[in-house]
């Protein structure tokens, strides 16, 4: 997420289980997992528009990649 051209992910968490499916709770003081196409290198820094439930003011964050998944790891090539 170092080149801010990859653009902004967004993320709109509409109910409480979602909330905790998305929550990482290993990472210090927290994070939420944000699932993308785009390819992203470990410690890449971005921007994220959250949109958290019924709430319609969205919150900016900037956060860096943390967790990535290889390709194909969940039955699809």
Request: aromatic share 12%; glycine share 10%; net charge positive.
């Amino acid at each position: 997420m170092t080149d801010t051209s990859q653009g902004i992910l967004s993320l709109a968490i509409k109910d409480k289980g979602a909330l905790y499916a998305a929550y990482i709770p290993f990472v210090r003081n927290g994070g939420l997992f944000f699932a993308t196409k785009t390819y992203y290198k470990l410690n890449d820094k971005g921007f994220m528009l959250i949109t958290l439930m019924e709430d319609n003011e969205h919150l900016w964050a900037v956060g860096r990649a943390l967790w990535i998944t290889p390709q194909g790891a969940q039955g699809k090539p």
